[in-house]
């Protein structure tokens, strides 16, 4: 049997793989909200040595190696810019603490302040963000405005942008220590997150920047074209740091929302997608980690587009959104992309559906969704906390009785 790590590499490189692989908490964007995690932790029988550790602003669980073993997961979070903490390595442990939510105590990077107010209400001060009394979730606090909330002050221009070509040494060292760290204590892929500069920097707010793509494309594209130098001066010295530890590397860009490309797919190809190609392809040259790209939505009518600039993998795979059926995915793009995530989504199966109808459901996605190879395992985004346990145990059962399949994995999946 192969290692968690021999087979990620393997599909990676378009190879038969021993089973089905499963990226649960791999990824920011394929993890599991702290409820659900430690809710799940205790139906596995996996008992907690310390308490779970939040990793990103969505309230997600960093999924350590006991937990990934219950789960038969393949692949581990090395880092992400969204938490101040190291993960992972020796003394990483001095940079987190203990707080409580929801009743529980949970770990979090210590250089993030929460305050627990009288109303049962949580502040986060850092983002101020604040969790309602009864939520489980933080949200930005509203800012009043005097524009409607379309910023339409005196726009910045390019030569007013400068970000980052460098990454700060500690953090290379951080970085470096943690995927050193996971390589010599684990058999799992190393997943390198969220670190570089992206392109879903909307300079000014969101409103002002969409109105900037129709009226002056000039200026937009040499935004784009100053955050893909620094991106790719960054994605050079984290390849010193942990290229020859990291499998793949994360980035993100919410292209769409549930009804197709937010911007439409031609202004996209006429904007964006140039700038792609000169990141991904120019991440190719510098680095071996995959490209792995999240975005949100109902992206197909570009995946082919992304595919062409170097995308290797995409998550978190939106069925529900439109024209993002398993079917139509697995036909237009199985043979050229790895699809990371899809086999359930809460929107389709939301806590009220009975438990064996969300095993039917699961089981016919990862049918569609793992024929012939090219897929991990997860869902779509991170498992909401209000999942039932009824449903975990629904899916992770389905994801069993389909990951040895030898048909699946030759190609010949039926349903």
């Known amino acids: 049997m192969l290692t968690s790590r021999e087979r990620i ?55 350590e190696p006991p937990m990934l073993e219950a789960l038969g997961g393949d692949m581990i979070l090395m880092s992400t810019k969204l938490c101040p903490a190291q993960l992972w390595g020796e003394g990483h442990e001095a940079q987190w603490t203990t707080t409580e939510f929801w009743g529980r105590p949970y770990r979090v990077a210590r250089a993030w302040t929460f305050e627990s107010r009288a109303d049962g209400s949580i502040y986060w001060a850092d983002h101020d963000w604040h969790c309602p009394a009864g939520g489980i979730y933080f949200d930005p606090m509203p800012a009043p405005t005097t ?31 943690s995927a050193r760290w996971l390589y010599e ?79 439409g797919p031609d202004l996209w190809r006429e904007i ?21 790209m999240h975005g949100c939505g109902a992206t197909f009518d570009i995946l082919g587009d992304l595919i062409e600039c170097g995308v290797d993998v995409y998550n978190p795979v939106q069925i529900s959104a439109r024209g993002m059926e398993p079917e139509r995915l697995k036909a237009a793009y199985g043979d050229r992309l790895v699809l990371y995530g899809g086999c359930f989504d809460a929107v389709q199966t939301p806590p009220s559906t009975p438990a064996d109808e969300v095993y ?48 699946l994995l030759n190609g010949e999946g039926t349903l």
């Open 9 to 63: 590499r393997r599909l990676l490189a378009g190879e038969t793989v021993d089973r089905m692989p499963n990226g649960l908490g791999g990824c920011e964007t394929a993890g599991l909200h702290l409820l659900v995690h430690d809710r799940l932790q205790a139906l596995l029988g996996v008992e907690p040595q310390a308490p779970t550790r939040m990793s990103t602003f969505m309230t997600t669980a960093l999924v």
């Open 147 to 177: 524009d409607g909330g379309w910023n339409l002050g005196e726009p910045l221009m390019p030569d007013d942008y400068h970000p980052s070509h460098d990454i700060p040494d500690e953090r290379l060292r951080q970085l470096e220590e």
């Open 185 to 263: 204590h684990t058999d799992y892929a190393i997943v390198c997150g969220e670190e570089i500069t992206d392109l879903q920097y909307h300079v000014g707010g969101a409103q002002a920047w969409w109105m900037r793509l129709a009226s002056e494309p000039e200026v937009v594209h040499a935004f784009l074209a100053k955050a893909v130098d620094a991106a790719l001066d960054q994605i050079a010295l984290l390849d010193q740091a942990v290229g020859q530890y990291a499998d793949m590397m994360q980035l993100a860009d919410d292209i769409g929302d549930v009804r197709g490309v937010t911007i």
């Open 272 to 292: 964006y997608k140039p700038h792609y190609m000169d990141l991904y392809q120019g991440w190719h040259q510098r680095t071996n980690m995959k490209v792995s």
């Open 360 to 407: 039917d459901t699961v089981v016919r996605n990862l049918l569609i969704l793992s024929r012939g190879g090219g897929y991990i395992f997860s869902g779509v985004h991170n498992m909401p906390g209000d999942t039932p346990d009824a449903h975990l145990e629904a899916i992770l059962q389905a994801y069993r009785d389909c990951r040895d399949d030898p048909q």
